[in-house]
């Protein structure tokens, strides 16, 4: 807006808000592109919510993210991201399920070992490795889709006709039977295609989870078979060609921003920390740059936003610059996240009775059941905290000792469900909600309890504070059909162009989504790209 | 109680209803209005000739106001409202996203940040969705006055003289899209210059 007054004056082509992986993925393409580019963070490191952090004393985690499950190999390979200091401390990792009464059993690929016959059945195991092959081979026609920017319905674009066609033919192409398969089963519920499939409560639990994973869902919710699709899309293919399957990288998932903010200056891009942007400068009906908090003007041919879409739509640009429909779509976005983060300082490594050693490197799952995870999702619809959540746990020391100091360990779990909005506040809610899955994890981890040197509970409302995502969602909207691909985030902005010309977006709103992927920072440095040229 | 009067009476409505020969009232906008006094052919050359009176309270209106009032009026109209004065009234039309009309109407700017919409039609849904994002420094305020307000339209070559009997002080000096306070009796009146006939008319 004019009424702001700015001082200083630095010019280049690109301004990129908000340093996240996407943030910087983007800015790395452009400036190897001979792009000018500034990254402005206001943090004071890069990474957004794939950044490790001391939370107690010597004592550092993955603050948001806490695994590596869909990286974009194109992006890890474009950016030469090992060149650039990440390694991974582990890779392959299985995920072991555990009941919480002493039973377990390990996911590895396509097989399920069960630590006990109780366990997961025989006939289970035998059903298991088509079940997930089947799966997989949906996932890997579906995988396209996310490297590419999606089209828009209804234009005479050749290139908008091709990309459905191609996702047609995607989808075509793994034969009638199957298709027809995929097609049934896309919109129905994780819980019923579980049952169709197996009969043991502990695997379906597990399998389970993964569809629900960072999203407003239940197991019974519509529409689950399609988030755990996409996370297997995301994952599966790419996964193998970086050699990651499910990873974690040393130093904590901190160390891929700092990769890719390193690629990003080698190309030639500045990164500049602490510094807020107030608002997107806007002159003659398009976007020119961007004002910090400090009065600095910062002006700009493209400005790229990191940010989720509310923030970039409705606090730095402001409505009066958007039509009232495209604003009003903007603010229907389901934008609060239901998961939280618990971290422990531990004062030894846990014991989890009657697991392999290989285990603890993995992830666990505390989701005895479906039925476990519904009820856990039944309290967040009326704004209470799950009664008993569900836990996906790394103990990331294993892997990774530098990340406590000598001999002491670090918890780091993904608890779900844990609403933006209590009806008792978080405030009153908060310690009884950590001392609650602390039980937990106690119950499957005996003494685990008297390890605990510090305990933070990264609530929704914390992660909205500390990483500036409106609600608090680490995938920034919701994953679901409606707010996917073709309309993420909302219809006119999901190609990460945006009605104002000269801003884009590239963040986790945008298709492919959340997860560290980097793939939606690529596809908008390509429109940039393609914009200008 | 709404479901025993399915149409309002406005505050004319005794008086219109002893001048209505034909007895001929129509619903407009939730009030019960006169259709027509005597009959089509001499209430036209009543308002072409000398001047007739419209019971005019069914038009909506919505008062607008708060810091952001202008900004968000800008936003709303397809004319640019910082050229328009306190005291002055402007045409106005409103498009959706695709540019298609949705309404039009006048907008009043009573004070700077102080405004009446006048529409046929009830906009409050598109009117509210364009005020999402207009908070804080910008804040708008925006309110149906339809019930509060009642209206008349008084139009025709001779509605000058009519309303001049009414001891009107400084109405000679109101120009066309002009509005201005009086008082009638002590009872509040707001005079604009406006009208529908594209003649004399208040």
């Known amino acids: 807006m004019s009424a702001v007054a700015t001082s200083g004056g630095s010019r280049y082509d690109c301004v990129v808000i908000g340093g996240g992986h996407n943030g910087l993925a983007c800015a790395a393409y452009l400036a190897r592109s001979g792009r000018s580019v500034c990254v402005v963070e206001a943090a004071g490191e890069v990474g957004g919510a794939a950044v490790t952090r001391e939370f107690a004393p010597g004592f550092r985690v993955s603050a948001c993210a806490h695994l590596l499950n ?3 190999s194109r992006v890890f390979h474009d950016l030469q991201l090992e060149r650039h200091g990440l390694s991974l401390a582990a890779t392959h990792m299985p995920t072991t399920a555990l009941s919480g009464d002493g039973a377990a059993l390990i996911l590895t690929g396509n097989a399920v070992h069960a630590l006990q016959d109780s366990a997961c059945s025989a006939a289970d195991r035998a059903a298991y490795p088509a079940y997930a092959g089947r799966l997989n081979r949906f996932a890997r026609a579906l995988n396209p889709v996310l490297e590419s920017v999606p089209p828009r319905l209804g234009t005479d674009s050749w290139q908008d006709r091709r990309a459905l066609l191609r996702l047609g033919w995607q989808i075509r192409r793994l034969g009638r039977s199957p298709m027809r398969e995929l097609l049934r089963v896309g919109g129905m519920c994780i819980y019923d295609l579980l049952r169709d499939n197996f009969t043991s409560p502990l695997l379906q639990g597990a399998l389970a989870f ?40 040393s130093g904590g998932l901190g160390a891929v921003s700092l990769a890719l903010a390193r690629a990003a200056q080698a190309a030639g891009a500045l990164i500049r920390t602490g510094a ?11 976007a020119a740059g961007v004002v910090l908090t400090s009065g600095e003007g910062i002006e700009a041919d493209a400005v790229i936003s990191n940010a989720d879409p509310k923030s970039t739509f409705l606090k730095l640009l402001g409505a009066e610059h958007l039509d009232a429909g495209f604003v009003r779509r ?5 934008t609060q996240g239901l998961a939280a983060k618990l971290h422990l300082a531990l004062e030894e490594r846990p014991v989890f009775p009657g697991l392999p050693p290989e285990a603890l490197g993995g992830r666990l799952l505390l989701t005895p059941s479906m039925d476990y995870l519904e009820r856990a999702f039944n309290h967040s619809k009326y704004r209470e905290v799950s009664g008993s959540p569900a836990l996906e746990i790394t103990v990331p020391t294993v892997n990774d000792p530098s990340l406590a100091p000598e001999g002491r360990h670090v918890l780091s779990a993904v608890v779900q469900y844990a609403p933006y909005t209590l009806d008792a506040g ?17 119950s499957c981890a005996p003494g685990l309890r008297r390890c605990v040197r510090a305990a933070q509970l990264l609530a929704p409302p914390d992660l909205e504070r500390e990483f500036r995502i409106t609600g608090g969602h680490w995938h920034h909207i919701d994953l679901a059909l409606d707010q996917f691909f073709m309309v993420r985030p909302v ?13 884009y977006l590239c963040g986790a709103g945008c298709h492919p989504g959340g997860g560290v992927m980097g793939a939606a920072g690529r596809n908008a440095a390509r429109q940039v790209l393609a914009q200008a040229a | 109680m709404h479901f025993a009067e399915p149409l309002l009476k406005t505050p004319f409505h005794d008086r219109a209803r002893a001048e209505s020969r034909l007895d001929s009232f ?63 009234v402007a045409y106005c ?3 959706d996203d695709a540019g298609h009309t949705i309404d039009d109407g006048t907008v009043f700017r009573l004070g700077e940040s102080e405004f009446r919409l006048c529409t046929a039609y009830r906009q409050l849904d598109w009117l509210l969705a364009s005020a999402i994002g207009f908070e804080g420094r910008s804040a708008v305020s925006i309110e149906e006055v339809t019930e509060e307000i009642a209206a008349l339209s008084v139009q025709g070559p001779t509605s000058f003289a009519v309303l001049r009997t009414l001891g009107l002080r400084g109405l000679e000096r109101l120009k066309p899209f002009e509005v201005a306070s009086f008082a009638l009796h002590e009872i509040g009146l707001t005079i604009s210059r406006t009208g529908f006939t594209g003649d004399l008319g208040y």
């Open chain 1, 70 to 72: 869909a990286m974009s």
């Open chain 1, 210 to 249: 993964d569809a629900v994973l960072g999203t407003n869902l239940g197991p019974r919710s519509p529409g689950s078979v399609f988030t755990l699709l996409y996370r297997l899309a995301a994952a599966t293919a790419d996964a193998d060609r970086y050699g990651g399957g499910l990873a974690q990288p």
């Open chain 1, 276 to 286: 807020t942007v107030q608002q997107i400068l806007v002159r003659d009906d398009r």
């Open chain 1, 330 to 334: 903007v603010s229907h976005l389901r």
């Open chain 1, 426 to 442: 978080w405030s009153s809610e908060r310690q009884r909600f950590t001392d609650r899955i602390i039980d937990l994890l106690e």
């Open chain 1, 491 to 503: 219809p006119g902005a999901a190609q990460y162009r945006t009605p104002l010309q000269g801003l």
């Open chain 2, 26 to 88: 129509v619903p407009w906008s939730g009030y019960t209005t006169v259709d027509v006094f005597t009959n089509v052919e001499e209430e036209y050359f009543a308002i072409r000739n000398a001047t007739s009176v419209y019971d005019l309270t069914p038009m909506v209106k919505y008062r607008i106001s708060g810091p952001g009032a202008l900004a968000y009026l800008n936003r709303l109209v397809t004319r640019d409202l910082g050229k328009l004065k306190v005291g002055r």
């Open chain 2, 93 to 95: 039309v409103w498009c």
